[in-house]
């Protein structure tokens, strides 16, 4: 019988089984950010303990650098504050920190990529629920807790229960104007934004297997959004070329070694899961989310649902999304009036995501009544963007 890459790279990290039914498992990268680490260190500096293996923990700073300037003093005290905890504490236990003052700072779901930390068989675990970004390369990427963050910092392992496993192949070849977000939005509207409580979500076929690296991270980042505990995609030869020659990617022999350990963690042909899921790539076409969750969306040519076509427990939800964007039941969500446009985020904020808004716009303004910002990923992505 085979084995999914999950339960490949799952029994190789697992320590040992405990009496709670849980696994130790080892966490071969765990990466930091300002919001969720300085109490988890906190936790471990008053106990004296120090960071056993440092060299497999990175830090950078994410979520409160502001767009403007990144002169210090930052302007919000709180988020200098965060900045200054995450500096020192990086310092104290020997942990490489991506400065902004270097210029390496960036979204801690693209530097990891970028650097070439993330690579396929590692375990995978952040303070940040789109840590599953990370399976795109073939990785179990988990989001975890601040009490998880000194978990990790303090034994480089943590408490896990073993998941079930699903495999969505999504089959043909997507429409021109179809992207990496269109599918994962209508995997989340077929599975539900519940559906994958308990699961990690393999993602396969014809579609995902054409993407290329930046599309796959786009779809396994919103995995969370479905109630997964993580997403991947086996690793190929698109993961391999990708990975080649960045900073902390195998080299020279080391390399071949790497390649030959990736290729065999690989799903086998006759793998079993706890469920499978098929959708048809071809007939997907551009989605916008209507509501409050990522479950609320349609194709761009359909109308907006009625309430009474949901199942009763979501009506209510589905009436209070109504509510409170101000849309009616019936109407076409086609030109509607658009009042600001973001371009970055964790999902969508890497260099081929904001050249493709490039082509879009080319020869074009921003509408006087529009707003539009736009967030590269990284600053090695705004100096290339």
């Known amino acids: ?30 990466l930091l950010h300002e919001v969720t680490s300085p109490q ?35 302007a919000d005290s709180i988020a200098e504050e965060m900045l200054v905890h995450i500096e020192k504490n990086a310092e104290k236990h020997a942990i490489r920190f991506f400065s ?26 952040c303070g940040d629920s789109h840590t599953s970004t990370h399976g795109a390369f073939g990785a179990l990427a988990f989001g975890i807790g601040t009490s998880q963050v000194a978990e990790v910092l303090a034994t480089q392992t943590m408490r896990m229960e073993k998941l ?3 495999r969505i192949e999504v089959t043909g070849r997507l429409a021109t104007g179809v992207y990496a977000k269109d599918v994962i939005l209508a995997i989340i509207r077929k599975l539900g934004v519940n559906g994958g409580v308990g699961f990690a979500y393999e993602y396969a076929g014809e579609v995902i297997e054409a993407m290329t690296m930046d599309q796959r991270m786009t779809v396994c980042n919103m995995s969370i959004e479905g109630g997964a505990r993580a997403g991947y995609v086996n690793p190929d030869e698109t993961t391999y070329s990708y990975l080649k020659g960045l900073p902390f990617s195998p080299k020279a022999q080391d390399w071949e ?13 006759d793998a079993i899961y706890d469920d499978n899921v098929v959708i048809n790539g ?21 109308e907006l649902p009625q309430p009474e076509t949901f199942p009763k427990h979501e009506q209510s939800l589905v009436k209070e999304a109504y509510e409170y964007m101000g849309f009616t039941p019936g109407k076409a969500m086609k030109n509607t009036p658009v009042d600001v446009v973001f371009i970055g985020s964790c999902t969508n904020g890497r260099l081929s995501d ?17 707003k539009a910002i736009v967030v590269p990923g990284s600053q090695k992505m705004q100096r290339e963007a």
Not at 1 to 27: N, W
Not at 48 to 59: C, D, M, Q, S, Y
Not at 282 to 302: D, F, K, L, R
């Open 100 to 125: 902004p003052e270097k210029g390496e700072q960036g979204v801690v779901h693209v530097i990891g990529p970028e650097q070439g930390l993330t690579q396929p068989g590692m375990t995978i675990a």
């Open 1 to 30: 019988m085979g084995k999914s890459l999950y339960h490949k790279v799952f029994d190789a990290h697992t320590v040992r089984a405990l009496s709670s039914g849980q696994y130790q498992l080892f966490i071969g990268l765990h």
């Open 257 to 269: 070694k790497a390649r030959k350990y990736w290729s065999n963690i690989h799903s086998d042909i």
């Open 164 to 166: 079930k496993v699903r």
């Open 354 to 370: 904001i050249r493709e808004v490039a082509n879009l716009v080319k020869g074009q303004k921003v509408a006087k009544s529009v």
């Open 282 to 302: 071809s007939e997907i076409e551009p989605h916008v989310t209507w509501g409050i969750t990522p479950g609320q969306s349609i194709g761009i040519n359909e």
């Open 40 to 74: 988890a260190f906190s936790l471990i500096n008053n106990r004296g303990l120090k960071v056993p293996f440092p060299k497999r923990n990175f830090a950078t700073v994410d979520h409160i650098i502001p767009t403007h300037t990144r002169a210090r003093p930052l």
